[in-house]
């Protein structure tokens, strides 16, 4: 199986998917949620910036989809190229998929052992090589520290320039082995878990163009229409939440501020936040770390 969709029912039964309507797919992946969507009668627009998960989509979705190669920042710019220009609503599934994970050629694990790569576009020249073996001390430090959330970051980080002054660091097991000498202990999970998405989040700009395309993706939708966010992590999900709160809010001015100066009004409202029910935990240990978050246009 290409990947198995978190929350897809309660991910699906929130946006009330109608037939007839287009709904955004901003994270395509595996299409779980796209065909979800389109076995209610719907059609979806489908983005991915990996052409892998596009082109297994392909050959393994039924309906009526537009599949369009790039990345949700970019969502109203790419939707308006293929003359959508409104949709009924959207999900956005920031998690790394299996096959991603587990294709140790992809080289996004600590549990297969592949070349250093982690890109989720595979036409994108970075890679977590460049970081592992290009970025100083300091820098590396810093995102293990603010991904990773890292408390040995600025070990782990010498030691990568250390051991690559003798010899470039090409391969996941050399990294995941170089990382757990430097972690003494972890309770869950492991040892090199919160490195690897340090450097995963720094190789794709995972953080960078959230917030862009949560408001730019939420501007498109329908009154009535919501948006569904599955995030993974903390540093995801603080500015799922935060985003949902400005855009749901009618004046985000400090609150030092006597009187309102932003003349903002809200344009949503908070529908909910739900975690993984235990049978899906059961089913689906991945899923453990997943928080879905709904937001309805007003």
Do not use: W
Request: proline share 2%.
């Amino acid at each position: 199986m290409y990947h198995v969709s978190v929350m897809l029912s309660e991910t699906v039964g929130a946006l009330n998917a109608a037939a007839g309507k287009t709904y955004l797919d901003s994270t395509l992946g595996g299409g779980g949620h796209t065909q979800a969507i389109l076995d209610k009668g719907a059609r979806v627009a489908a983005i991915d910036r990996d052409q892998a998960a596009i082109d297994y989509c392909k050959s393994h979705v039924n309906g009526d989809v537009t599949y369009i190669k790039g990345e949700y920042e970019n969502a109203p710019s790419l939707l308006g190229a293929v003359g959508i220009t409104g949709i009924a609503g959207a999900v956005m599934d920031l998690g790394v998929s299996s096959k991603q994970l587990d294709d140790a050629e992809r080289g996004f694990s600590y549990m297969h052992d592949g070349k250093l790569d982690m890109r989720m576009d595979n036409s994108q020249g970075f890679s977590a090589y460049d970081v592992v073996n290009g970025y100083s001390q300091e820098d590396l430090a810093r995102i293990l520290r603010d991904y990773g959330e890292e408390s040995f970051a600025r070990r782990i980080a010498g030691e990568i320039v250390k051991r690559r002054a003798t010899g470039e660091i090409r391969t996941t097991k050399q990294l995941a082995d170089l990382i757990a000498s430097c972690v003494p202990y972890r309770k869950n999970g492991h040892p090199a878990k919160k490195s690897f998405q340090a450097i995963r989040i720094e190789v794709n700009g995972e953080l960078k163009g959230l917030q862009t395309a949560i408001t730019g993706i939420f501007g498109m939708i329908e009154r009535g229409g919501r948006l569904a966010v599955i995030s993974f992590h903390s540093l995801e999900d603080r500015i799922v939440k935060n985003t949902f709160k400005d855009l749901a809010t009618d004046c985000i001015c400090p609150k030092s501020f006597p009187i309102c100066v932003c003349n903002h009004r809200a344009e949503g409202k908070i529908i909910s936040r739900e975690r993984p029910s235990a049978d899906e935990l059961r089913q689906n240990p991945r899923s453990a770390s997943a928080t879905l978050r709904v937001i309805e246009k007003l």
